[in-house]
């Protein structure tokens, strides 16, 4: 079977104003859930819940302090599940919430678990969906960002594909936030020193590790036979056309 890890930024999942894009999510939600019935097994791992949460405690930006942040994390975390579970609901999709940290990924034991239990999820037709668990993290166990939490999911099923639905079309020669130059590519074949020179952080609030993170993401993938994909998540029905094999975003072989 084949397996897709999909990453969702916060960026594609939200308008400017921090509030939910409740279209977009219903149309990812519809793809996957496509995809579920085509036969393949399907992981989420969405961030988003800071966000959510930030909002129903009544604040008008984002929390600063670590202890704001994590109740922003522990109201936002159920609240954006439900919106998804009630999407996907709609086409007959069951959800699980797997909510992790680097102990997961260190701990020899734990890792094991976690493997087990998401072969257990998709043997059972069910889609995970992932997300760092913010609400108990501290700097030391924090894998930091989705896109390199959704590699080492990707690793952990021994995902065919890892794709990152993110704000830009994909890797860019330069950031394009800051040079109007930059050139798209649209394959990198290795993730060289010079490939790496090119990837810049995010030029907007919502993300947090703009290309440099989406490129250890790559690399994580590729140690495991995972090929990745950045794309655009403003049209999530563009992943059919690159399971078809259409050239849109950028391919990491
Ligand atoms: P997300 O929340 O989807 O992970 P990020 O903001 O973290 O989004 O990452 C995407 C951003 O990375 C782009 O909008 C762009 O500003 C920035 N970026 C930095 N370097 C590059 C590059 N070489 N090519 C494309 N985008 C880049």
Redesign the pocket.
Known sequence: VETIVV??????LTYENGRLNLRRIEILVRVLSDLQNAGKHVILVS?GAIGVGWQVMGLDHRPNTVPEKQAAAAIGQPQLMSIYENFFRKYNQKNAQILLTHMVIDDPQMHENAINTLSALLDYKVIPIVNENDTVVTDEIRVG???TLSAYIAQMVKADLLI???????????????NPD?KF?SEVMKITKEIES???????D?????????LIAAKIAHSVGTKTI?MN?ESPENIYRVLEGDIIGTYFD
């Open positions: 990453k969702v930024g916060t960026s594609t961030s960002d989705n896109d990152l639905l993110t704000d830009i079309d994909g890797f860019y020669n330069s950031n394009p936030s800051c930059a590519i090119m990837a810049g952080d995010s030029a907007s919502l993300g947090t590790g703009g290309m440099r993170t989406k950045i998540g």
